[in-house]
Structures are given as C-alpha cells and as structure tokens.
C-alpha cells in the first residue's frame, strides 16, 4: 500500500466514524454545527493572554469524544499534518512581546511567551471542534444542515464536489504512483522531469472521473438540494444540547474558572 | 417508449460519432448494444440521458427531451456505469441507494422498505450496511446495480455491466439482468452476456446501426460481427 493509498484510506475511515451510532452522532446536525461554530468563536474570542481561563474549553470537545466513542488520539493521528502548522502559528510572538507577566519561581514569563501558548491552544481546540463535527456526521447531512441554514446552494454544493473530489484525487494519484513506480523502481519519489506530465495528467483523469461522478449524482435526482441526506427533526434533546453548549462557552469565557479553582486551592 | 428520431452528434465540429440514428425500444424490451471501441455506444447512451445534446429527436413515452424535461426523463431511466467507483459516492450500499428515492421525493418510511425491498430481490441484503470502499469489484457492481433499481426507473441502461467481473460475479449480474423487467439497453463487448440477456441487438459502427434484429440473428453472423472487431459469441462458435 502506498501513501496515497493510505491517505483514501484514512479518508474512507473518515466516513466509518461518521455513521456509527452513539448519542453525539444521532443529534441533529444544525445543531453540532452549530454548536461547534459557537465553540470555535468562543475560543477565539478569549484575550491573547488568557491562556489559564481558555484551559476549561478543553473540557467539552473531551467530553464529547468520551461519549462518541471516537478516540481522541484518532483525533491527534487525523490531523498530524495540519497540527504543526497550527503549532507554528505564534512562534514569533516572544521575541515581538518581551514584557514580563509574571515568573514561575525564578523564571520570568513573557507576554510572547503567553500568547504564543494561547495561540497554539486555540489552533488545537478549535481543529478538535471541527474533526469532532466530521467524525460525528456525515458530510452530506452537514451540506443538508447548511442549506437548512439558507447557506446558498452553490457554496454547499461546492463544499460538498470538493470533500468527493479529495477522494476521486487521491485515488487517480495512487493508480498514477504506482504505475509510476513500477516502471522506475528504485526511485524515491516522482522525478521533477515528469512533474509537468504528471500534473497534468493527474488534473485531466480527474476531471474526467469528477464529471462522470457529478453526472451519476445529476442522473439520480441531484438538484443542490440535499433531501437525502434531511436528517429527522430537530427534537428537543437538540435544542437542549445546542443551549447548554452555549451556556457552557458563555460560562467559560466570562468567569475564569482556573482561576476560581486555583484560588480555592491556594487558599 | 425510447425512440431516437435522426439523431447526430459530435464531439467536434466535423467529427460525427452518432449519424442519423433511428431505433425504438418498446416497453419492457431488452435490447443489447454492441460494436468495435468508438463505436458511439456510450455516446447513444448519454445522448438519452441529456449529458450530451446533439441534432434530431430523443423521445421517453412520448416526451420529447429537452431542457426543461430533463429531469422528468432522468427520473424514468436509471443509468449503471461503467466505473462502479463513480456511482457509488455515499459512505455506505444504505446511504447510496436511498440517494435516489429521496432525492425523487419518497420519505425516508417509504426510501427504507424500497431499499430493503430492492435488496431482497438481488439477495443482497448482507451488503446493507457495508462501506462502498471495503467492497469487492463484483459486490460494488451488484450494489450499484440495486441502487439504480431502487429509484424505480422505467427503463436501465447498462454500461459494461460485466467488465472486470471474474466468472461467478459475472454470473451473478446476469442473473440478476435477466430477473428485471424493467426496459434495458446493455452497451457490452460481452456477447455471451448479451445472448443471454437480450432479445434484440443493435449493432453500431462509426455511429450508424450495421444491423438491428434478434440477438441471435445477429449474434451469429460471423462476417457482419469480424467486420466490425467483434467475434462470434463462445457459446455460438462451439455450436
């Protein structure tokens, strides 16, 4: 097996996770959706500072591994490639921002130093919000939940073409890799004379499949529309669910519960 | 119920693949297609079903094709391609073969028992719940097929049904072809397959019918099939 076909792989274990069955994955897509939107804006809006009251947000996207069964370092493993560059995000801040807040012992702590943290905790927390709503529902009825939300049929369309067409990529690239290898064996990697052809065939085949794709989707009745994918209703457990998240977030950004812990225990 | 009327079409400008094409298939009829690569089978196929538009008349129980019916003749014909791959984009067979039903309006209630239904019949049921992606070649093309019979359609159409298929899976799609009663038009390089699913074969070369008549008419005439790279179907030569 190769890279890629590893990668289509992971893709399709994507969709696995997607239509188990626990609690998390029978609620209302809107309302995961929107949940998860008002987690990712929560953690963003936290003070660049504000690392030890962003600490607690974590709590939620665990509980919800905890009860979706999905673990959460399948979670880590997922998004092994996009995690550094969201660890990179911040690096420079301690050398930009060298006022001392405060000092663990005898070592002073930079507001760089701080903010950088902050930064990377947000990259993570709100990454495990979004895997979390993947992992949790499938495509489709997120695409269903957003035109439910008169997202324009166009955009949810697009977004729906390009989350298939990773797929449809990924498998026209692993066909070409090996046919590749087979006939260069030895050779680490895809020579940079064949990189135009290759692009360029690779861009044609898929297209090709896309459309072929697209047309079957056109032939049983597509219309922008996702009627298949129309989850039940939304129930009250839904509505619940979506309440108390919010209030969660909104009782986690406003008071500082660290804080609050740290004092008891200080005391 | 299907006519082609004087239909042409091309590619390119100057370039016909389809030349003044005349057939009929009547309600229920199971009519094979065949003839050499470039033929034009394909391209009849997607002429019926407007993914491509050329000159002349394609009717469906008498409704012309054209834009604004697209979508009511799409809902009588199911199509099962070629690349099983690209039918089947849902996660599961489930999810793929409830597409169609709910995108023509069933409930998910009704979607369901049509599903389990379609199953049923092609004794596929084990396959319900199976991801597309774990699927072997031959239980993809099965799932493929049951979700095209899941819509309803008043007549399938059929590309290769049997390549890449070993011998049993093979079997199996004939089988399963020659239970539906549902009009066909099977596009195939498998004459055997024809033979035994088709009453009626029409015989395309460079996008004109070299010959329209009973399967086994046709499928017997070695010099008419030789002409156009095609052979004698094996259980005919044995003969």
């Known amino acids: ?267 | 119920m299907i006519e082609f009327s004087h239909v042409s079409f091309a590619y390119e400008p100057g370039k016909e693949v389809i030349r003044d094409l005349s057939f009929r298939l009547e309600d229920g009829e199971s009519v094979g297609l065949i003839g050499a690569n470039g033929a034009g089978k394909s391209t009849v196929m997607k002429l019926l079903l407007g993914l491509v538009q050329g000159e002349g008349e394609i009717t469906v129980d008498g409704i012309r094709l054209e834009k604004k019916t697209l979508a009511e003749i799409r809902r009588k014909i199911g199509f099962v391609l070629q690349n099983s791959d690209n039918q089947m984009f849902m996660p599961t067979v489930y999810d793929d073969m409830m597409f169609a039903p709910m995108n023509y309006g069933m409930t998910r209630e009704e979607a369901e028992k049509k599903v389990d239904e379609v199953l049923a019949r092609l004794e596929l049921t084990a396959l319900k719940n199976r991801y597309n992606h774990k699927l072997s070649g031959g239980e993809k093309k099965m799932a493929a097929v049951a979700a095209i019979l899941a819509m309803e359609p008043e007549a399938v159409l059929m590309d290769e049904p049997t390549s890449a298929l070993d011998p049993y899976n093979r079997r199996l799609i004939i089988r399963t072809v020659r239970g539906m009663k549902e009009t066909k038009l099977i596009a195939s390089h498998d004459l055997d397959m024809i033979l035994d699913c088709c009453s009626r074969v029409i015989l395309l070369s460079e996008g004109r019918i070299a010959a329209d008549g009973r399967a086994e008419d046709v499928l017997r005439d070695r010099a008419l099939l030789e002409a156009n790279h095609l052979e004698l179907p094996l259980s005919l030569s044995r003969g």
């Open chain 1, 1 to 267: 097996m190769n890279k890629m076909e590893r990668a289509l792989n992971e893709l399709g274990t994507m969709d696995e996770l997607a239509v188990r069955d626990s609690p998390v994955h029978r609620l209302h897509p809107a309302a995961k959706l929107l949940a998860a939107a008002a987690y990712i804006v929560t953690v963003m809006s936290f003070h660049k500072y504000a690392l030890s009251s962003l600490v607690p947000m974590l709590l939620w996207p665990v509980l919800l591994f905890q009860i979706s069964g999905i673990p959460v370092r399948t979670c880590f493993y997922k998004l092994r490639i996009v995690l550094p560059l969201v660890m990179a995000v911040g690096l420079f801040n301690p050398f930009f921002d060298r006022e001392i807040l405060f000092r663990i012992g005898s070592v002073p702590v930079s507001g760089g130093v701080v903010s950088m943290l902050t930064l990377m905790l947000k990259g993570v927390l709100c990454l495990m919000a979004s895997f979390l709503l993947v992992a949790s529902t499938p495509f489709d009825r997120i695409c269903a939940a957003l035109r439910a939300l008169h997202v324009p049929g166009m955009i949810v369309t697009l977004l729906l073409l390009t989350y298939r067409y990773v797929g449809v990529m990924t498998e026209e690239l692993a066909v070409m890799t090996n046919a590749y290898h087979l006939r260069a064996p030895g050779q680490k990697g895809i020579h940079v004379s064949a990189w135009g052809s290759f692009l360029g065939q690779l861009l044609l085949r898929s297209m090709d499949r896309a459309q072929e794709l697209y047309s079957s989707m056109l032939l049983r009745g597509y219309d922008r529309e996702f009627r298949y994918a129309s989850p039940p209703s939304f129930a009250l457990r839904d509505a619940l669910y979506l309440v108390c998240s919010i209030a969660f977030f909104l009782l986690l950004r406003f008071v500082n519960v660290s804080g609050l812990l740290g004092q008891l225990f200080v005391r």
